[in-house]
């Protein structure tokens, strides 16, 4: 995979934040600052905040000032202005940093583990979806003190040691980790499941992982066993069923069993969305179904056509919109940003 093929995948891979039970949503003023505006576009909280972002579990971040603090949907701050840095909340807790330290804090701004890991923004675990690097899951997530990984329950107590260099958060019940430059995989309990041998290891998700050995990826199931050989030079996480995998410079799609259900003849490809993944032939985009049938014509310059409600973004000759499964243009291909489009998008849908 090229690199900036890889840098989409990466991007687009991430799942949206829980935000049930959200009302507002943060919107920027002409003031060049962050409030929040209700489904109708009233606004709420006022544009003062230099960042606010989505509500998880009823809260939400924002900063002022270089310092982090959270509010609730009635705007008031639950959690002062007081954190160097802060993740949403997961689990019931939150991940900040203070004093060059990370620690954990329940809704209530109390301190549910000292202020004594390792503090970054930039970290250093192994292939996962964002935001989840930083969030629990399945009740654990990961720390780390003096470069070293483990993980803490959400009461705050070390239920696996801090011993590995990399790690992943969990995922259908297993790890990946590192220790000695391999991975494999642990369970919650810290117990090895599959070996360390391998150079670099994704999560379970919605199927096989992806592993790779000596450059070259495949497929392996929980108990380790190779659901496709490690062949191919890149691979995808699989969505919907299916994985994008690639053979030298050709793309194609693998079903859970490891069967190339879509040939590997494209020049580049995304992972599927509601139905659709985007593939390249002669330079442009397109998307097929699960069947292989091209849907949306081959005419658009980026390859980040991911649906999302029925709808994804296109780019035309560096002209920003959005269409629906039909290739529909929704969104007029007319905005010089992908901001524009969106919020003409979003405004759409809050009327």
């Not at 829980?18 to 003031?31: A, T, W």
Request: proline share 4%; hydrophobic share 40%; with cysteine.
């Amino acid at each position: 995979m090229n690199k900036i093929l890889f840098i989409l995948v990466v991007l687009f891979s991430w799942i949206a934040v829980d935000s049930r039970g959200q009302d507002l949503y943060p919107q920027k003023g002409k003031n060049d600052k962050w409030g929040y505006i209700d489904k109708t576009g009233n606004v709420v909280v006022p544009f003062k905040y230099d960042e606010a972002w989505n509500f998880s579990e009823e809260l939400a971040m924002v900063r002022l000032n270089f310092k982090w603090g959270f509010i609730d949907n009635t705007g008031k701050e639950v959690i002062p202005l007081m954190y160097d840095h802060a993740w949403s909340f997961s689990g019931g807790l939150a991940r900040v940093h203070y004093n060059n330290k990370q620690g954990f804090i329940d809704k209530n701004g109390k301190e549910v583990t000292p202020f004594k890991y390792d503090a970054f923004l930039t970290i250093t675990t192994g292939y996962s979806r964002p935001p989840c690097l930083y969030c629990f899951s399945e009740g654990l997530t990961w720390v780390s003190q003096n470069g070293k990984y483990g993980f803490i329950d959400q009461t705050g107590k070390e239920v696996i040691p801090l011993i590995y260099t990399t790690v992943n958060n969990f995922s259908e019940g297993l790890a990946a980790v590192w220790l000695n430059g391999k991975a494999g995989y642990i369970d919650k309990t810290g117990k090895e499941v599959i070996p360390f041998k391998y150079d670099a290891a994704w999560s379970f998700y919605e199927g096989p992982a992806m592993v790779r050995l000596n450059n070259r990826w495949g497929y392996i199931d929980k108990s380790g066993n190779e659901v496709t050989p490690l062949i191919y030079n890149s691979s995808g996480e699989f969505r919907e069923g299916f994985a994008m995998v690639r053979l030298m410079h050709k793309f194609g799609f693998i079903d859970a069993t490891g069967k190339e259900v879509i040939p590997v003849i494209y020049d580049g490809a995304m992972f599927f969305s509601e139905g659709l993944a985007p593939v390249k032939l002669n330079d442009k985009w397109g998307c097929v179904d699960t069947t292989g049938e091209v849907v949306i014509p081959f005419k658009y310059d980026y390859g980040d056509i991911l649906f999302s409600g029925g709808l994804a973004p296109v780019t035309l000759n560096g002209k920003h919109g959005y269409i629906d499964k039909t290739g529909t243009v929704v969104v007029p291909i007319e905005y010089t940003s992908r901001q524009e489009a969106e919020t003409n998008k979003q405004n759409n849908i809050i009327k």
